[in-house]
């Protein structure tokens, strides 16, 4: 323990998706009295928002580099830095934080590790030292079940085509309207079950996870995803910790001036705003739009004549022309990562 404190270590997977809650719940933890370590690489612990002041010193970032691989720009660490095909590339430089991991733990000793779906390889690395192990879901109760159990998460046999990703699984018990539309189920099966250029299958990486691993923790809650939760922990025969769905908190910070400023400007403008009355347009924080379509997308929000709230990531590296002066207004986009309108976002 650290300083006599249960000291619990975090390794996200290299997506803001995945970095993001488990930074959200590295700080629940460190508000409890608990000692964090957060691992990553260098470039993606720059990028996190920044912590509160009064847990500095309690939520440590602890850098391991990056290694290169072929196939993998250069300084390019996380998936918002890469197209979809390159990914599996990440992976494969993912994998090879393994050896810079394990001298971590020569020298640091968590009484917990908290982990991602894809570092398979850290299970046998903590059993060395005697660390526990827990894989920690940033995805709901219900997209779990859909994944289905260890087995099948390896095999692939009880789903052999991708029509039996449209529809609910056999392996769910109750009414359920979890399935893929019919243009995405090739590469949902593709992604779960086929080796890619790391060598393994996500499916395959989360199944050694689920197998060894002490607990499973997921953001969900109880009264919102009951059935769910029970089903899984009868999939997985671990116990199941459901914690909330870890949304960002406002906080005090000498670094976030900008951003409570853009977010009172957007927060006056919403509460102007007829109830209900506003659209919320979003996408997720990992889709690369194409400029032509952000161009048609903004031409038929114009042509609604509708108030809305935008979540949009300025393409790298372009001015505020690329949008258009039509669209361009107070609430047209987001800074996705802390949750708060911000009308040109973020560069990563």
Known sequence: MEGGKYHIMMFPWLAFGHMIPFLELSKRLAAKGIFVSYVSTPRNLQRLPPIALNLEGKVKLVE????????????????????????????????????????????????????????????????????????FSVYTAA???????????????????PEHFTRPPDWIPFPS??????????????????????GMSSGQRAAKILEECSFVVVRSSEAVEGEYIGLIQELYKRPVLPIGVLAPVPEENKNNTAINSSWSHTHQWLEGQKPKSVLFVGFGSEYKMPVEQIHELAYSLELSRLPFLWILRKPQGSCSSWLGTAIRNPCSSCNWRMSLPLWLGYDY
């Open 64 to 135: 391991i580099p990056m290694p290169q691989v072929d196939g993998l720009p250069e300084n390019c660490e996380a998936t918002v830095d890469i197209q979809l095909e390159q990914i599996p590339y990440l992976k494969k430089a993912y994998d090879r934080l393994a050896e810079p991991f394990e001298r971590l733990l020569q020298t640091v000793r968590p009484d917990l590790i908290l982990i991602d779906f894809a570092p398979y390889w850290i299970l046998e690395i903590a059993a060395k030292f005697g660390i526990r192990t827990a894989f």
């Open 143 to 161: 997209t779990l079940a859909y994944l289905g159990p260890p087995a099948e998460l390896k095999s692939g046999k009880r789903r052999p085509t």
């Open 177 to 198: 309207l979890i399935a893929h539309r019919p243009d995405y189920a090739p590469r949902m099966m593709r992604n779960t079950h086929f080796p890619d250029a790391s």
